[in-house]
């Protein structure tokens, strides 16, 4: 295999809406198509943000 040979799992990626900031360190993100399409759900994306450096200006709420 080399490095630019694309693999196909042969499940296509459902296609996002919107994505908003909802509450501190959570974001709602609303489906365009798919099983969740016009539905929208609220993720706590926290332990990503805690857990890498590259994240540490959005650990502050005015960054978030």
Partial sequence: MSENETIDSGIPL???????PFAPYTIAVKSADGPRAGREDAID????????KIYKPLREKAGF
């Fill in 45 to 52: 994306i926290s332990p990503i943000i805690f857990s890498y």
């Fill in 14 to 20: 459902p296609r996002t809406a919107s994505i908003k």
